[in-house]
């Protein structure tokens, strides 16, 4: 029983540099004999500190758990108070990991301290960082979707879906999924596009080639609940050529009515109403002051009234997102000459409150 006691003290003692100070058993509870001073709690967040920054989803619970212990012995045991560590203790919550990137390579775990996502029409951005190092990871993927994509292939006018690891922001050794357009350097999967809680999550896997021709593996890739912020995109065709937007005019949530417009080069515009609840569903266009509503004006005083359908698939109120399909045949009212199609229809706007 002796030699487990002190077998168990000199793991204690290696977890947390020093006996005298407050540490961890190896079930990351916490284990403290007095008080500290405040220059011994400032110590022993610097270890905890270092070695959050060597977290990964296998062990954030417990690092987290033991980062929040000593965060909270330093508030408590100095005087002054620090806002950054309270702002630090309040981020870290319960610890929960929910939101990560996450990838292997060089024989070690690389966790981000940092990411973010933005859909812009049907390509996704995201950008990593691991802010103690500098290391950065950067995605472009087109034509997003759920479903497998090959990386460092070309699909026209050069486009290809890469990924880019920086070993240091700025840096100019950047290893890329790219080689000759040809054959695949790895895989992306998207496993969930979900516009309600504006998040995105993968995996995904490939060979870096640095501009010497070196080349490294990186596996295990993982992105989960990647918060995402989205542009605005339209798409439609008028009697079967493209509605080429030039303008996205913001919707408004006005009087109960969400409306947006959108301009091309030539003046002509497409506007549509919905109510400001609307939900998901399918809905025929109606005439206003009843919504949903739709025009077509190919010249400023050119009216034309929707008659078709709209179909509602998202709408994030919290965030003021609204997604949906349409097609429609426009028919001339006041001074409108002509009759139009519009079909193919998509948009995915945020809006105003008003």
């Given amino acids: ?17 020093t006996c005298n100070s407050p540490f961890l058993d190896l079930n990351g509870a916490y284990v ?27 062990n954030y619970f417990e690092l987290c758990e033991a980062y929040k212990i000593v965060l909270q012995e330093r508030i408590d045991a100095c005087q002054e108070v620090d806002e950054d560590l309270l702002e630090q203790l309040a981020l870290l919550g319960d610890c929960n990991l929910t939101s990560f990137f996450q990838v292997n390579f060089d024989n070690d775990t690389y966790f981000a301290s940092s990411s973010k996502a933005e859909i812009d029409g049907h390509t996704l951005y995201i950008d990593a960082l691991k802010s103690e190092t500098g290391e950065a990871f950067k995605i472009v ?25 920086l070993p240091e922001v700025g840096s100019n050794n950047v290893w890329e999924s790219n080689t ?20 995105v999550s993968g995996t995904f896997n490939f060979i870096g080639t640095d501009s010497n021709g070196n080349t490294k593996e990186f596996t295990s890739g993982v992105f989960e609940k990647i918060v995402f912020t989205k542009k605005d995109d339209f798409f439609a065709k008028v009697d079967g050529v493209e509605f080429v937007d030039v303008d996205i005019i913001p919707g408004v949530n006005n009087f109960g009515i969400i409306g947006f417009k959108v301009v091309d080069e030539n ?42 359908t709209i179909s509602i698939t998202t709408h994030n109120q919290e965030h003021n997102l609204l997604i949906g399909d349409f097609e429609f045949t426009a028919e001339p009212v006041h001074t409108g000459v002509g009759t139009y199609e519009i079909t193919e229809g998509h948009f995915c706007v945020t809006y105003i409150d008003n």
């Fill in 1 to 17: 029983m002796g030699s487990k006691n002190i077998f168990r003290g000199l793991v204690f003692c290696f977890l947390f540099c």
């Fill in 180 to 199: 000759d357009g040809i054959q695949p350097q790895g895989q992306l999967v998207i496993t969930e596009v979900d516009y309600n809680n504006m998040w």
């Fill in 141 to 165: 993927l087109h034509d997003l979707d759920v479903g497998t994509f090959n990386l460092g292939v070309n699909h026209g006018n050069g486009i290809r879906n890469i990924i880019q690891y």
């Fill in 32 to 58: 403290r004999s007095d008080e500290i001073s405040c220059e011994e709690a400032e110590d022993n967040l610097i270890v905890a500190e270092s070695n959050f920054s060597n977290v990964t989803t296998t």
């Fill in 267 to 308: 003046g002509a515009s497409i506007t549509i109403g919905v109510a400001h609840d609307v939900t998901i569903g399918t809905y025929n266009f109606r005439v206003l002051p009843e919504v949903p509503s739709g025009d077509y004006s190919p010249t400023f005083d050119d009216f034309h009234r929707a008659t078709g």
